[in-house]
């Protein structure tokens, strides 16, 4: 057997952008549990943080800004959700 028939595969696997899928995520999660007490400022919270820190890295940069958006939309809707309870309560 010789060492010149002997053939070397380099397998490089794609980068990823874990932050900005985990930025998608809990926003689409904080929208759609927006009416459980206080989990969405949480998940909104971490959904801006993880979306902040991911949309550095150049790949999935749209995840990323989609997971800002989503969390601020989550917080926004638990703020106008409480605003609305206060004012019917009032009546």
């Known amino acids: 057997m010789s060492n010149e028939n002997q053939q070397t595969i380099i397998v490089q ?38 979306g902040a820190v991911g949309i550095k890295k150049p790949i999935k940069k749209g995840m990323s800004i989609a997971g800002i958006i989503l969390g601020v939309i989550a917080i926004v809707m638990k703020i ?12």
């Open 80 to 91: 106008l959700f409480w605003m609305g309870i206060a004012v019917l309560g009032n009546l």
């Open 13 to 50: 696997k794609p980068e990823g952008n874990g932050l900005a899928v985990a930025s998608l995520v809990l926003g689409i999660v904080g929208v759609v549990l927006n009416l459980i007490p206080f989990l969405p400022y949480v998940i909104g919270a971490l959904a801006i943080i993880f």
